[in-house]
């Protein structure tokens, strides 16, 4: 595998598009405007910046890796890729009309692949002629740091694409995990529950929302307290999540708190907004 394309150049997608210039491929990152291509661009730069400054790569290494990243606002590269992984806006809708482009548009023996982090790929799949060659590939943020790929193999995906997906994975110095295609994957099926409990905890005035991430922080071990770490995550983006997993099982347990749907009505979204459980202005 050669030639890359990278659809979306939000956070996600200049991660993705990082790691795989790393790892020596061709990138073409795209997004329907260009100042969020320079914007994905610049997010790229300044993390190779810090590499540079903290003896991880040398200039040389910064400048070659910078030189295989194409941005463009046209699909029209995607023809003479290898591969293409949609990382746009957790929209079914939207993912299945991108995806029926790109089968349109890609070579007959390019990978389609979706970095969703909660969406069904059999489903996704469904919209394109080859169900085979479709595979979910869900990066952890930032990409250019965690470790973990969740690789979700559709109903239909070929024993071939799950290899030749796992070996780029490998590649781009990742760890890849087969997960098979049910609602949240694993990591989401796990995490925004334990996020949803938490701010039920918020909610129901069991604690301050500080305490609440102190006992997670300080009792379970974990770097980032939830309420803090939905703020990060975008409570849009966990309340569109836990929607996913209500919706997807029918099981109370999935039910989002009230608290976080009337947040996010309110405009409250975390740090990309400036103000969710806490102040970011």
Not at 111 to 128: M, V
Not at 143 to 150: C, Q, S
């Amino acid at each position: 595998m050669q030639k890359l394309m990278v659809i979306g150049a939000g956070q996600m997608g200049s991660g993705i598009a990082q790691v795989a210039a790393t790892a020596g491929l061709t990138v073409h990152l795209r997004d329907v405007e260009d100042r969020f291509v320079q914007r994905g661009l610049g997010m790229i730069a300044r993390n190779l910046d810090r590499d540079v400054e903290k003896g991880r790569k040398t200039p040389a290494q910064r400048a070659e890796i910078l030189g295989r990243i194409h941005g463009t606002v046209d699909l029209a590269p995607a023809a003479e890729v290898d591969m293409a992984i949609e990382a746009i806006i957790e929209n079914l809708e939207l993912k299945k009309a991108l995806f029926k482009e790109l089968d349109a548009l890609c070579p007959p023996g390019a990978i389609l692949a979706t970095n969703t982090s909660s969406l069904p790929i059999t489903e996704l799949a469904a919209a394109t002629s080859r169900a085979d060659r479709f595979i979910g590939m869900h990066f952890m943020n930032p990409v250019p740091v965690m470790k973990l790929v969740e690789i979700i193999r559709g109903l239909a995906t070929s024993e071939e694409t799950y290899g030749a997906v796992r070996l780029l994975a490998e590649r781009m110095e990742k760890v890849p995990v087969l997960v098979n295609d049910y609602p949240g994957f694993v990591s989401n099926r796990v995490l925004m529950p334990m996020i949803n409990e938490a701010i039920f905890c918020l909610y129901e005035g069991i604690a301050s929302k500080e305490d609440i991430d102190t006992v997670m922080k300080l009792g379970m071990n974990h770097p980032m307290g939830p309420l803090t770490l939905a703020d990060f995550i975008g409570l849009d983006t966990c309340l569109y999540i836990m929607d996913v997993l209500y919706d997807g099982f029918k099981d109370s347990k999935y039910r989002p708190c009230p608290l976080l749907v009337k947040m996010v009505k309110a405009g409250y979204l975390g740090k990309k907004s400036g103000r969710g459980f806490y102040s970011y202005e």
